[in-house]
């Protein structure tokens, strides 16, 4: 099945600036690439997705980055704010089926 | 909709005991999944249903846990007998399955510890 690997584990930013957190995958099948953030306490919820034929992908102060051939993915994002601290988990899969996330990184955006 | 209903949302047992969590999907979705979460080994993949169906249960941890789904809209996971290490936070999702955009719809999730 699919092996996620995320890095780093934990990440801590000054407000203002941008935090870039890394994810590869090991099954070339996968086409379908969410970004989940979890703030404590709570459900995770997804913030951005891009699929298979997409390069990159951006939603205001997020963005997310593919590279298929080398089979990793990047969430990016700028301007960060003490709101944006939680934990952030990648996942990939197979025709939205098998769902497999990453380990997570703790993100803190220090004020 | 009131989106992913699990149930309960804390249970604390002893050791031996059974437990049962349950879930309620999002009306229509096609695909639930069971995830454990734990500090150690992050959001685990336990199993999924597809259209009411098991498709994968490669991560249901041993024998001692077992899941089922017998109609579109309730799923439960059963651990028989629990033991400590199986404290963690059980989140069942749904999701609309190949037929959508692929987002996942988390419950609240059920805190279980195991004494």
């Known amino acids: 099945g699919e092996n996620v690997e995320q890095h780093p584990s934990t990440l801590s930013v000054q407000e203002g600036d941008s935090a870039v957190i890394k994810c590869t995958y090991s099954d070339s099948a996968s086409n379908y690439f969410p970004w989940y953030k979890q703030e404590l306490g709570k459900r995770p919820q997804l913030i951005i997705d891009?699929?298979?034929?997409?390069g990159e992908k951006k939603d205001q102060r997020i963005a997310v980055t593919l590279n298929k051939t080398a089979k990793h993915f990047s969430l990016h994002i700028t301007e960060t704010q003490p709101e944006d601290s939680a934990v952030y988990f990648c996942a990939a899969s197979i025709s939205n089926n098998d769902m497999r996330f990453g380990a997570g990184t703790r993100l803190t955006v220090k004020p | 909709d009131a989106g992913v209903i699990q149930s309960p949302r804390h249970e604390v047992t002893e050791m031996g005991q059974e437990v049962t969590l349950r879930c309620k999907p999002i009306s229509g979705h096609n695909s639930l999944f069971w995830y454990r979460q734990t500090m150690m080994r992050g959001l685990e993949l336990l199993i999924y249903f597809n259209n009411n169906v098991p498709i994968d249960d490669s991560g249901m941890p041993e024998d001692r846990f077992s899941a089922k789904m017998p109609n579109a809209s309730f799923s439960t996971l059963k651990i028989q007998p629990s033991e400590p290490r199986d404290s963690a936070v059980y989140f069942c999702?749904?999701?609309?399955?190949?037929?959508?955009?692929?987002?996942?719809?988390f419950g609240e999730g059920s805190r279980l510890t195991v004494l």
């Open positions: 999702a749904s999701s609309l399955g190949r037929l959508n955009t692929g987002e996942l719809f």
């Open positions: 891009i699929r298979s034929n997409v």
